[in-house]
């Protein structure tokens, strides 16, 4: 099994920063991508960010030039430096992990609990 812990959602008002954390553990041998998605009241889950095991990052277009994905393969975690937040940004945050548990095995995509963001005007 694997678990995703997340950290660092809070309140904030808008033009603030954030700072969310996610550590990978259990039986892992390798994590191919890793990122965030929110889901919003009433909407579906979107994705945030993503960073590639070579760490590539890729972002949704809202985003862009205020969010920062980064990871550190040593403690198969993913960070997620959100600022200048705006009360869209609004959401719970998963962060996620696609794993292989053994050498050739399957890769599975793993989840975390989820973490509240709110962004106040």
């Known amino acids: 099994q694997v678990q995703l812990v997340e950290s660092g959602g809070g309140l904030v008002q808008a033009g603030g920063s954030l700072r969310l954390s996610c550590a990978a553990s259990?039986?892992?041998?390798?994590?191919?991508?890793m990122g965030w998605y929110h889901q919003a009241p009433g909407k579906q889950r979107e994705l945030v960010a993503v960073?590639?095991?070579?760490?590539?990052?890729n972002y949704a277009d809202s985003v862009k030039g205020r969010f920062t994905i980064s990871r550190d393969n040593a403690k198969n975690a993913v960070n997620l430096q959100m600022n200048i937040l705006q009360p869209e940004d609004t959401a719970v945050y998963y962060c996620?992990?696609?794993?292989?548990?053994?050498?050739?095995?399957?890769?599975?995509?793993?989840w975390g609990q989820g973490t509240q963001v709110t962004v106040s005007s």
């Open positions: 996620y992990a696609t794993v292989a548990t053994m050498r050739g095995g399957p890769v599975y995509q793993y």
């Open positions: 259990g039986s892992i041998f390798s994590i191919n991508a």
């Open positions: 960073i590639t095991s070579g760490g590539r990052p």
